[in-house]
């Protein structure tokens, strides 16, 4: 049993380090906001296994908060965001003829 | 070490091993839908994955409805963090639209401008 611990320890770790290297790297907001709610995901899946090695219920609370923040976190991003128009947009994806940004919902 | 212990054992390494092949995609895919694809999939059943294993190690204390209330949790707002992102993903044309078979907003679109059901 203890080998199953310590390989899903290093494969979570291992998750969590090369999603960083996304949430550094992401080209566009969006792809930073998918590498951080991954992210998130991880250290629930963490926290989870955690609980389970140590019969140690108090971490679930946490879980849930993570969940619950994690959910208002990546929607008021999407929501609030500020479009970036760059390398990433070809000509007419996120400016409208004029060459005004387009309004995102 | 019972049934109950190896069935626990394999979910959790299922579960790890799903995360670290999500946050493998979500490294190596090469635009924003294909990336959220493989955040939100793997990733979702594989903390459900570890969910389930920890609340059958844990059974028995008080405390596993809060796992249970987790894993409903997820399962509900994933698909709608998931339409948000890959509704704006698409407007924003931040995707590669020679690695899509069918484009059915575009379809759906008024006068030549690619929308969505709820788009403003």
């Known amino acids: 049993m203890n080998y199953v611990w310590i390989a899903a320890a290093v494969m979570l770790t291992a998750a969590a380090g090369i999603t960083m290297i996304r949430l550094l790297a992401g080209p566009s907001t969006l792809d930073r906001l998918v590498a951080l709610d991954t992210l998130v995901a991880v250290t629930m899946c963490g926290v989870g296994a955690w609980a389970a090695f140590s019969l140690d219920t108090t971490v679930t609370y946490g879980m849930a908060a993570l969940a619950l923040i994690s959910f208002v976190g990546s929607v008021s991003v999407a929501r609030f965001r500020v479009p970036d128009v760059g390398r990433m947009s070809p000509p007419g994806g996120s400016r409208d003829k004029s060459g005004n940004i387009r309004k995102q919902g | ?120």
């Open chain 2, 1 to 120: 070490m019972n049934v109950l212990d190896i069935v626990t054992a394999v979910l959790i390494l299922g579960g790890s091993a799903l995360a670290l092949t999500a946050a493998i995609g979500v490294v190596r895919f090469p635009d924003t839908l294909t990336r959220m694809h493989a955040a939100s999939k793997p990733q979702v059943l594989g903390l459900l994955l570890v969910l389930v294993g920890a609340a059958i190690r844990l059974s028995g204390h008080a405390d596993v409805g809060m796992v249970i209330l987790t894993g409903l949790f997820t399962l509900i707002t994933a698909p709608v963090v998931a339409n948000r992102v890959g509704q704006l993903a698409y407007r924003e044309q931040n995707i590669r639209d020679d690695l899509l078979t069918r484009d059915e907003m575009r379809e759906t679109g008024e006068n030549g401008e690619p929308g969505g059901h709820d788009a403003h």
